[in-house]
């Protein structure tokens, strides 16, 4: 067994302004390891006077950030990116801790962060207005400016990686961010604060820590222009509804109760391989938006499918996160764990057939461990079926009529991602036109290349990501028109 070093230390303070900082009243909560369920730290409450604070620190360094010529925002970013590959453990180990994401998968959080940061600080020339066609008497130009202070809410899924990467686009546009990580999972956002200390000025990127009170007051601020959130859909309607007081620009990426389509000329067992890999089952235990947790398949080959999902899931490892050979590791936090078995047992109480997992893993007393389950004669008005579970709980439907299928794979309030399965080309891409989702992957899922806009239709968010959208999506556009003397 080969098991990752001991956890690095990390800053248990907010960043503020440059400065590490308790709450103005002094409240902390504490981080839980998801795996022992034993304290690890404690990290500050932030009250809305803290709030203000990172505001005003935002605000002040704003307009100087946004007047650096791009290559030297882009010269910073490449060496906080620097920075981040040479504490790459470290800052796997301390995400594996916090969230107990298995360790092989923390790591490639990490070099994703670093990657992201170095793809937006490559486009910072792209943010750039245009010459308009114009008259003797007038020019007409735009230009694209930065907000100014943008809030940035990230999930506990992948807490280095979001809080790093989600970053990287708004301040290549030259804006200041607030960012406010999970309240489960803030140790490494901290990291990532103490990581640019000396890179970026003081107050271009502030951290505060605490739960979704703290969320609330960044949100409702009125000197945070821009916002961007990514979590559940029931936040992202309070965070949309306290914006609109403001009318405030909002970035939603939010929840996905996404369809993997498998044709009855698609093979079994690679398509059983793609269900796990599209999953996150060995990257997050299946706490993705993007995992394709309901699985609709052609009768004709629903038994194959099945006997190849079964046989791959229950091959898979449960246990210590640390431990190199790990798939899964625990879930995130103990109210999201127990939310997760509350679903499973639905799933059994409405007639679904459990066909394996469900149950903590034997030998793991202690911590949030469960295992990858596989539901299956599931129909399409079941929760398991309907509802965004976000862990490892696959629910496999069976169709026969193509339209039918369409119909089911649409007929939830989600559009984030869907997969298909099949070897006719022309099929794929009929099937790829009918469905309502942001991404849609043929014979793979969820790996992409990097740039590929990422958003979703319908419940599932506004805007997208990880692309060159998302960086003009912080900049505004201004219209100059000049008169010229005749």
């Known amino acids: 067994?080969?098991?990752?070093?001991?956890?690095?230390?990390?800053?248990?303070?907010?960043?503020?302004?440059?400065?590490w900082a308790d709450a103005a009243d002094g409240t902390t909560m504490v981080s839980l390891d998801p795996a022992t369920e034993e304290p690890i730290g404690s990290v500050p409450v932030a009250t809305r006077a803290d709030v203000d604070r990172a505001v005003a620190a935002a605000a002040g360094a704003a307009p100087d950030w946004g007047d650096l010529p791009w290559p030297e925002r882009a010269a910073a970013l490449r060496a906080l990116a620097g920075r981040i590959d040479d504490a790459a453990e470290e800052l796997a180990v301390l995400d594996t801790t916090d969230a107990g994401l298995p360790i092989n998968g923390s790591r490639g959080d990490i070099r994703s962060a670093a990657g992201e940061i170095r793809y937006f600080a490559g486009l910072g020339g792209e943010a750039k207005g245009a010459t308009l066609?114009?008259?003797?008497?007038?020019?007409?130009?735009?230009?694209?400016?930065?907000?100014?202070v943008v809030g940035r809410i990230v999930p506990f899924n992948h807490p280095f990686k979001f809080a790093a990467g989600k970053c990287a686009a708004p301040l290549m546009a030259g804006n200041a961010v607030v960012l406010k990580p999970a309240e489960h999972t803030s140790l490494s956002a901290l990291r990532l604060a103490e990581l640019a200390e000396g890179l970026l000025p003081p107050g271009v990127l502030n951290v505060v820590t605490g739960p979704g009170q703290t969320g609330s007051a960044l949100v409702e601020h009125p000197g945070v222009e821009r916002i961007a959130f990514t979590g559940s859909v029931p936040t992202g309607r309070a965070v949309l509804r306290a914006a609109a007081d403001h009318i405030k620009h909002v970035t939603l990426e939010l929840g996905g109760k996404n369809p993997m389509i498998v044709f009855p000329d698609a093979d079994p067992g690679r398509a059983a391989a793609g269900a796990v890999a599209g999953m996150n089952l060995r990257r997050s235990m299946g706490q993705s938006c993007q995992s394709n947790s309901r699985i609709l398949v052609h009768r004709s080959i629903r038994d194959a499918f099945l006997a190849e999902l079964t046989e791959q899931v229950s091959a898979l490892t449960v246990g210590d996160?640390?431990?190199?050979?790990?798939?899964?590791?625990?879930?995130?936090?103990?109210?999201?764990?127990?939310?997760?078995?509350?679903?499973?047992?639905?799933?059994?109480?409405?007639?679904?057939?459990?066909?394996?997992?469900?149950?903590?893993?034997?030998?793991?007393?202690?911590?949030?461990?469960?295992?990858?389950?596989?539901?299956?004669?599931?129909?399409g008005d079941m929760a398991i079926a309907a509802e965004e579970i976000f862990g490892p709980v696959m629910a496999v439907l069976d169709w026969q009529d193509e339209d039918e299928m369409v119909e089911l794979a649409n007929a939830v309030d989600y559009g984030l991602t869907a997969n298909v399965w099949t070897d006719d080309l022309h099929r794929a891409h009929r099937t790829a036109r009918r469905l309502h989702a942001g991404t849609v992957w043929v014979n793979g899922a969820g790996r992409k290349p990097l740039g590929?806009?990422?958003?979703?239709?319908?419940?599932?968010?506004?805007?997208?990501?990880?692309?060159?959208?998302?960086?003009l999506g912080y900049t505004r556009l201004k219209s100059v028109v000049v008169n010229l003397r005749a």
């Open 1 to 19: 067994m080969t098991t990752a070093t001991e956890r690095p230390a990390s800053p248990q303070q907010m960043y503020i302004g440059g400065q």
């Open 133 to 148: 066609p114009s008259t003797p008497a007038q020019v007409a130009m735009t230009q694209r400016e930065p907000y100014g």
């Open 321 to 379: 996160p640390h431990d190199e050979a790990t798939d899964l590791g625990p879930l995130a936090f103990r109210e999201h764990y127990e939310r997760v078995l509350r679903y499973v047992a639905l799933g059994v109480e409405q007639g679904a057939r459990l066909v394996t997992g469900g149950h903590r893993p034997a030998g793991l007393g202690r911590g949030n461990y469960l295992e990858p389950t596989v539901f299956a004669d599931v129909t």
């Open 452 to 471: 590929t806009p990422f958003g979703g239709y319908k419940h599932s968010g506004l805007g997208t990501e990880g692309s060159i959208e998302e960086l």
